[in-house]
C-alpha cells in the first residue's frame, strides 16, 4: 500500500475516543506544518470537533486546505492541498465513511470524473504530507518526521511526463497512469533509525 493511502486510511478512520481530540489551536498549528512556511498562514484547515467529526477549523486565505491529525491513533499525519482536489478528497472520505476502500474507491472517484459528476481540475494540483511518530503541541516540534509530495495531474501517462510507472523511493514516479487520479509520488529515503 503506498504511503498516501496509508495517510489517507489514518485521515479517514476517525477517532476511537472524543476526549482525545487536541484544541482546535494545537490542530490547526500541526495541520499547517505540511505546508510550505510561507502558504501556511493563509491555509485552510480541516480538523475535528469535540464529537470526533470533521469540521472547518479556518477558513482558508489562500488556495490551500489543510487536513488535522487524526485523533485516537498513535501516529502523526497531516497534509495540505489545493482547493481544487478538495472534491476528490472529500469524496474519498464519504466513500471511506460507508466501507469503500482501495481501488474501488479509485474507480468510483475516476468514473464519476469521467462521467462529469466530480470536479477534478486538469492541470497539476499539489498535495503535502508531513507525518511522524509524534507532535509537541507546545514546540511545533514533530517526532521522527518524514515529508513526502504528490502532483495529481490527471491523466499524466509515462510518455507525456517521462515518468516511470515503477515505484521508487528517492525518485519521483508516475502512479495510476492515464487515469483521472494520476499523480507523480516524490518520496526521499526515511532516515534510519
Known amino acids: 500500500m503506498t504511503s498516501v493511502l496509508c495517510l489517507a486510511t489514518l485521515w479517514l478512520s476517525g477517532p476511537q475516543s472524543a476526549t482525545t481530540v487536541r484544541p482546535p489551536s494545537e490542530q490547526i498549528a500541526g495541520a499547517v506544518l505540511a505546508a510550505p512556511a510561507e502558504l501556511r498562514e493563509g491555509a485552510g484547515v480541516l480538523g475535528f470537533g469535540p464529537d470526533g467529526k470533521l469540521v472547518t477549523l479556518r477558513n482558508a486565505q489562500n488556495d490551500l486546505l489543510c487536513l488535522a491529525d487524526t485523533p485516537g491513533n498513535d501516529a502523526f499525519a497531516v497534509a495540505c492541498y489545493h ?6 478528497m472529500a469524496r ?5 465513511a460507508k466501507g469503500v476502500t482501495g481501488q474501488e474507491r479509485n474507480d468510483i472517484r475516476w ?10 481540475a486538469r492541470e497539476p ?11 509537541d503541541a507546545a514546540t511545533g516540534a514533530v517526532a521522527n518526521e518524514y515529508r513526502r509530495w504528490v502532483l495529481y495531474w490527471p491523466y499524466a501517462t509515462p510518455e507525456a511526463t517521462g515518468l516511470s510507472t515503477k515505484p521508487q523511493t528517492g525518485t519521483p514516479w508516475l502512479m495510476a497512469a492515464g487515469t483521472p487520479g494520476a499523480h507523480i509520488m516524490i518520496s526521499p529515503p526515511r532516515e534510519k533509525r
Open 83 to 88: 482547493r481544487d482536489l478538495e472534491p476528490y
Open 92 to 96: 474519498g472520505r464519504e466513500l471511506q
Open 111 to 120: 468514473r464519476e470524473i469521467a462521467d462529469g459528476k466530480l470536479a477534478m
Open 125 to 135: 494540483r499539489m498535495l503535502y504530507v508531513l507525518d511522524g511518530t509524534g507532535f
